[in-house]
């Protein structure tokens, strides 16, 4: 049977390179070498150092690449590393456009890192098609988005972003990091890059980073594995076998994720405890058509603002079972500050022009049983009521 007629539950565990025919083993080995014997001068077995390549590597990019319906897979020792890749194809006097809500990391190495380079790029609210019309200019290289994005979970079109990049000459790169090819493939949809971090959904057990960038391009392909290379934030062996395992479950997994927070999300909007709950799984939830268009779902990721009658400080020191935590994606369920967790890069007049207020709360669902879950979200609030 063919890997292209294969169903996404199968290829996640069937994709890339399916176990190893040297010795039978069902599960790919870790390499863990660093050079490999050469058979004479210019001659080797294909690999020659292992931040160029290594098996268990090369294994699973064959696999994301799978994944997202694309030809080439690369991976990285971080999400963070990825992304520095991908931006390191762009020169001095290039812009980016990007979405008005991304990873603070992101924004991050563009303003204090690639800013410094000459690099620089133009915030705008990408779900609003004419805006990011509007914003390209001859400078303009790439238009950057995340959806859902990170922390507000706006939903952008993507085949629609994908097709005005096609009209002007313009890469379109997708962070698909909160839904993860199981319910979204940007590259089926027009994009031309895709980024991960492979450290959330992918991995999934809060246990190993790692980064992802799939593109169809060979052109496209062959400057990033250069720059790959000879920047060598690489996903060392043994990190890469985790993230293969992880990726085996990923399909259980988020089938429990999802299933969690659509019931959460439903929950937190009739309890009369939050002003606003952003999640595009609600039919409420102003990208809700879109996301069911080019999506399998909804993901397990929201955010919600606590009323005013309670003090958020509170409510994440009476949590119980819910994490304090940075990070998103694994197995347990996480909550985080944005406004001073992970968007505190971002200046404080750029978070409450889109929403990232004080009061504003990052839920990641977890697998747990979801009553249990629900059950601490209510003693939490209430036990954080003003007096």
Known sequence: MSKE??????LLIHGGIDGDETTGAVNVPVYQTSTYKQDGLGKNRGWEYSRTGNPTRAALEKLIADLEKGQYGLAFASGLAAINTVLSLFKSGDK???SDNIYGGTFRILDNVFKNFGITYKIVNTSDLAAVEAAIDDDVKAIYIETPANPLLTITDIEAVSNIGKKHGKLVIVDNTFLTPYLQRPIELGADIVIHSGTKYL????????????VNDKALADRLYYLQNAIGGVLAPWDSFLIIRGIKTLGVRMDRHV???????????DSGYVSKVYYPGLESDPGYEIQKKQADGAGAMISFVLDEKYDYKRFFEQLQLITLAE???????????PASMTHAAIPADIRKEVGIVDELIRLSV??????????????AILNSAKA
């Open 5 to 10: 007629t294969l169903n996404i539950n199968s």
């Open 96 to 98: 980016l456009i990007v």
């Open 203 to 214: 991995g999934g057990h809060s246990d190993t980073i790692s980064g992802f960038v799939v």
């Open 259 to 269: 299933a969690n927070a659509n019931k959460i999300a439903k929950w937190l909007s």
């Open 327 to 337: 990070s998103l994606g694994g197995v347990e369920s996480l909550v985080c500050h």
């Open 366 to 379: 977890g697998i747990e049983d979801v009553d249990d879950l629900i059950a601490d979200l209510k003693q």
